[in-house]
T-cell receptor, first 114, second 119 residues
């Protein structure tokens, strides 16, 4: 285990649903990240938070809405998704952006959009 | 922008043998980090090895070592004495580092190489 947990591990939702993905890290880190992993494509960075402040939005559609209430928790709120959004969503954390460069990853949430 | 290319979608090796995974990258940065991450079938990605571009010496971690060729922008991973537990997808990744010694925290990944170790 890496010290980063994600729930749920699997999620199936319709295009009109609203759901949220949750990530929690137990490492005392201050930076958290969302990545999207699609089949046959490299991991794509979506969002970066450093000390609860969003420092990166990698041109992600507004149907994905991140929230970072504290340094230990990160959410990804989903609404009106498209089938092409089906993917594995990975959360990661690091000591902070700009200091420690190792990122620790969670197990991911496998999302299927019908 | 940086790009990372892993030209081998799949590789296989017999247990106890050695295998090398290839990675090339393209960047105009002079200061950066390179990583190999392993993602086993359980899906939790873990760091295997890290190389700092300013260091000429190749990084090693037990059975894992890299061949870092900065001029050629090549960063291959060698796994010696392969074990069944090495079966996983392996990702090469790049992170730029500014002149002040801080990184931006943005990993750019390659497409991955699926490695299967056969008994």
């Amino acid at each position: 285990e890496t010290g980063v947990t994600q729930t749920p591990r699997h999620l199936v939702m319709g295009m009109t649903n609203k759901k949220s993905l949750k990530c929690e890290q137990h490492l005392g880190h201050n930076a958290m990240y969302w990545y999207k992993q699609s089949a046959k494509k490299p991991l794509e960075l979506m969002f970066v938070y450093n000390f609860k402040e969003q420092t990166e939005n990698n041109s992600v559609p507004s149907r994905f809405s991140p929230e970072c209430p504290n340094s230990s928790h990160l959410f990804l709120h989903l609404h009106t998704l498209q089938p092409e959004d089906s993917a594995l969503y990975l959360c990661a954390s690091s000591q902070e952006v700009g200091r420690n460069n190792e990122q620790f990853f969670g197990p991911g949430t496998r999302l299927t959009v019908l | 922008a940086q790009t990372v290319t892993q030209s081998q979608p799949e590789m296989s090796v017999q247990e106890a043998e050695t295998v090398t995974l290839s990675c090339t990258y393209d960047t105009s940065e002079s200061n950066y980090y390179l990583f190999w991450y392993k993602q086993p079938p359980s899906r939790q990605m873990i760091l295997v090895i890290r190389q700092e571009a300013y260091k000429q010496q190749n990084a090693t971690e037990n059975r894992f070592s890299v061949n870092f060729q900065k001029a050629a922008k090549s960063f291959s991973l060698k796994i010696s004495d392969s074990q069944l537990g090495d079966t996983a997808m392996y990702f090469c990744a790049f992170m730029k580092r500014d002149a002040g010694g801080t990184s931006y925290g943005k990993l750019t990944f390659g497409q991955g190489t699926i490695l299967t170790v056969h008994p």
